[in-house]
């Protein structure tokens, strides 16, 4: 009898201890549910850096490294060319092919959380991130509408009501998508859902915002769009060229294929051949006017006498490098653009600064296993490789401009006025007028 019951007791605790580890099984696996996965399926799952198979096998007989180097190049210039055709397609197709850009930029980056979090049986999820990319863009673009275009909006009768009611139909529909966000929300997976809804507000505040950005600077003057654009361009081209042949000492762990001698060169090269660029652009008014919309013409013009800064301006040297020029028969005085002050200082931004947009670009990709954030550009990797720097020096350049370049114009003021309601409109026409007349500017009618 003492026998059978040790064995009938030996029977339940084996059963006991198993059941407690299942349920630490199921526990264990409840939790490992709800967390972010980051392993090498990542990289397959998003894409990587792969050149096509015919160009391949016609640099088969290269080293790695050079066949690299021809590919990156190859693809390089393919992209300025395309870059110049755009410009020449003018500012309406510069404004598409940002937006184009910046759709295909939080498509790789939040495709990288959809593979960290698995979200893949919560289809309404993904829908919900791209609702919140559109609701940001009517936000954005139609604060540039109202701003640049208010006299032709004012003109149809429907949308005078989206202009005046336009943060709240904004705020309405963020709100929309926050509501539908909490009524999404499954117990199993709360923590994962709740990672990926921060991913796609870090994503809306990393890519639309600056997009926006880069069409604010644009309506400054296609100048201030494309300089920018190419100080990054030059700097990461030279900064590899420079790297590649010269480079010796690793300039940060988060990117070891950076050298101290590539961005060293890459930064005087930078500042030399953004300064050349520019003495070219400014004497060309397709790039430095304006973009406004003339009511006489009814479309987008970019014509205008240019202003001071780009316009030459002799100016004074200290009289030590003055008597010097006075010995060797140099004039005194010194005729530049004045552009060139501002120039400078971007391109020493872009040089100096620009490039840590691509270190936490790196640093962004290591800590998720992955080379690129997609596949698109043979030799370069995905759409937002490249433009990591490009969203920083677009901010850069929108606070210099606010800063130390934007001052109102008549035709600006003009389209804020417009928005007015006639009575309003009335009572500022005779409040300048007195002031007009106050101040002898303008003569009381005989």
């Not at 198979?53 to 693809?75: M, T, Y």
């Not at 936490?360 to 043979?378: E, H, Q, T, V, Y």
């Amino acid at each position: 009898m003492a026998e059978t019951e040790l064995r009938r007791r030996l029977v339940e605790e084996e059963k006991a201890s198993e059941s407690e580890g299942e349920k630490y099984m199921r526990v264990n696996e409840s939790e490992t549910d709800d967390k972010p996965t980051v392993n090498d399926d990542i990289a397959k799952t998003i894409g990587q850096d792969k050149p096509p198979d015919a160009l391949d096998q016609a640099l088969s007989g290269l080293p790695p490294r050079w066949k690299n180097w021809v590919i990156r190049g190859i693809f390089t210039w393919l992209m300025i060319g395309g870059f110049c055709l755009i410009i020449y397609g003018g500012p309406l197709a510069l404004m598409i092919t940002t937006f184009l850009v910046q759709v295909k930029c939080f498509a790789e980056i939040i495709n990288i959380g959809y593979a960290v979090y698995k979200m893949d049986n919560l289809p309404w999820f993904r829908s919900l991130s791209w609702y919140f990319l559109v609701a940001s863009n009517y936000f954005f673009y139609g604060e540039s509408l109202v701003e640049q275009f208010g006299v032709v909006i004012n003109r149809v009768d429907f949308l005078p009501f989206l202009v005046r009611y336009h943060r709240l139909i904004s705020f309405a529909m963020y709100i929309i998508g926050f509501v539908w966000f909490v009524l999404s929300l499954v117990k199993k997976y709360y923590l994962r859902q709740f990672s990926l809804f921060a991913w796609t507000h870090v994503a809306l505040l990393c890519v639309v915002t600056q997009s926006y950005l880069i069409v604010q600077n644009m309506f400054q003057g296609l100048i201030w769009f494309i300089i920018p654009i190419m100080m990054v361009i030059i700097n990461d081209v030279m900064a590899y060229v420079f790297g590649f042949f010269m480079g010796r000492t690793p300039l940060i762990k988060l990117s070891p294929k950076k050298t101290w001698e590539g961005f060293i060169g890459g930064g005087l090269a930078t500042v030399v051949m953004s300064l050349g660029l520019s003495y070219i652009m400014c004497q060309v008014p397709y790039f430095v006017c304006p973009i406004e919309y003339s009511t006489e013409l009814e479309r987008m013009t970019m014509s205008c006498e240019p202003s001071a800064l780009f316009r030459p301006q002799e100016y004074a040297l200290p009289q030590t490098i003055t008597t010097w020029r006075r010995i060797l028969y140099m004039k005194e005085t010194v005729t530049f653009y004045p552009f060139f002050i501002h120039c400078f200082f971007m391109s020493l931004f872009a040089s100096i600064i620009g490039p840590f947009g691509g270190f936490f670009a790196s640093g962004f990709k290591r800590a998720f296993k992955i080379k690129d954030f997609g596949d698109m550009i043979p030799g370069h990797g995905g759409i937002m490789d490249r433009f990591d720097c490009q969203f920083l020096m677009a901010t850069f350049v929108n606070v210099y401009i606010h800063s130390f370049i934007n001052i109102p114009t008549p035709g600006k003021l003009l389209q804020q006025v417009f928005m007015l309601r006639p009575d309003e409109q009335l009572e500022l026409f005779h409040s300048l007028e007195d002031s007009l007349l106050a101040r002898g500017i303008l003569q009381p009618p005989a």
